[in-house]
T-cell receptor
Framework: GQNIDQPTEMTATEGAIVQINCTYQTSGFNGLFWYQQHAGEAPTFLSYNVLDGLEEKGRFSSFLSRSKGYSYLLLKELQMKDSASYLCAVHSGNTPLVFGKGTRLSVIA | DADVTQTPRNRITKTGKRIMLECSQTKGHDRMYWYRQDPGLGLRLIYYSFDVKDINKGEISDGYSVSRQAQAKFSLSLESAIPNQTALYFC??????????FGPGTRLTVL
């Protein structure tokens, strides 16, 4: 089976940087996804990592270490609109994505 | 126009009623999924389909059934709704790269 862990909640200040961690245990790893979900809305795709290292996309970056079963999502220059849940999801074999329970981020002034 | 649509967006029903939630997509994807989301439990997979002739149970399929009427349509049925099926339901699609794209969700309340 698969196990995905991420913190339940985080709080950060507007303008700051926050790092949301995700650890996973799986076999047949293919890649790792990050999604953003605002309350009551659908999850939306943020990033995909298949190789080790950092992928940067504007204010958001995602890092993967396959040997450690570890990823993080880095959000820079936080804005109030970044308050949302962030879901880590792992793709293995030929099965659907398995999602973590999500990290609810609150950005405060 | 939205690529993945779900109907209805909200539904209130009574225990024992049969309910159908519908999902349509214009992304041309072969793969479609149904999830439910409950506070604190994250997204849980109910059923998925990798093509029109393929149906697979997910983590929590009991009490649910699905039909893949066409490449673009995947419906979820609750044969006899019960209160603990009150949740937010999402349909999603993916292509070969496995990035999933979600519909707007259906909020279902079973009284």
């Amino acid at each position: 089976g698969q196990n995905i862990d991420q913190p339940t909640e985080m709080t950060a200040t507007e303008g700051a940087i926050v790092q949301i961690n995700c650890t996973y245990q799986t076999s047949g790893f293919n890649g790792l996804f990050w999604y953003q979900q605002h309350a009551g809305e659908a999850p939306t795709f943020l990033s995909y990592n298949v190789l080790d290292g950092l992928e940067e996309k504007g204010r958001f970056s995602s890092f993967l270490s396959r040997s450690k079963g570890y990823s993080y999502l880095l959000l820079k220059e936080l804005q109030m609109k970044d308050s949302a849940s962030y879901l880590c999801a792992v793709h293995s074999g030929n099965t659907p994505l398995v999602f973590g329970k999500g990290t609810r981020l609150s950005v405060i002034a | 126009d939205a690529d993945v649509t779900q109907t209805p967006r909200n539904r209130i029903t009574k225990t024992g009623k049969r309910i159908m939630l519908e999902c349509s997509q214009t992304k041309g994807h072969d793969r479609m999924y149904w999830y439910r989301q409950d506070p604190g439990l994250g997204l849980r997979l109910i059923y998925y389909s990798f093509d029109v002739k393929d149906i697979n149970k997910g983590e929590i399929s009991d009490g649910y059934s699905v039909s893949r009427q066409a490449q673009a349509k995947f419906s979820l049925s609750l044969e006899s709704a019960i209160p603990n099926q009150t949740a937010l339901y999402f349909c999603a699609t993916s292509g070969r790269l496995n990035t999933q794209y979600f519909g707007p969700g259906t909020r279902l309340t079973v009284l």
